[in-house]
Nanobody, 121 residues
Framework: QLQLVESGGGLVQPGGSLRLSCAAS????????MDWYRQAPGQQRELVAR???????NSADSVKGRFTISRDNDKNTVYLQMNSLKPEDTAVYYC???????????????WGQGTQVSVSS
């Protein structure tokens, strides 16, 4: 059974840093794009950052210069380095991946369980 397991969330003060990890395990042929979303109470889920299989990245304007997405293909893991955190970054963060489970070109979407990030003084 294919799963995405997140870790690294927590409570930090404004200006602090956190590093989120999301590891995929199970029957994986290859992983195409991997990305991070976040959702605050009463808000809709928004895309934070995305990284393609080739390493091309894209991120929301609100986090550019502060957050960095990366991936380790050997470990089937995506990371989100979060620096200079602001109270507005408080949300549940979810990782997501489009994964090929066979040599065919068909992909499936998988979601992590979510991890809480709280930024408060």
């Amino acid at each position: 059974q294919l799963q995405l397991v997140e870790s690294g969330g927590g409570l930090v003060q404004p200006g602090g840093s956190l590093r989120l990890s999301c590891a995929a395990s199970g029957n994986i042929f290859s992983i195409n794009l991997m990305d991070w979303y976040r959702q605050a109470p009463g808000q809709q889920r928004e895309l934070v950052a995305r990284i393609s299989s080739s390493g091309t990245t894209n991120s929301a304007d609100s986090v550019k210069g502060r957050f960095t997405i990366s991936r380790d293909n050997d470990k089937n893991t995506v990371y989100l380095q979060m620096n200079s955190l602001k109270p507005e970054d408080t949300a549940v963060y979810y990782c997501h991946a489009e994964i090929r489970v066979t040599p065919s070109r068909l992909t499936f979407s998988f979601w992590g369980q979510g991890t809480q990030v709280s930024v408060s003084s």
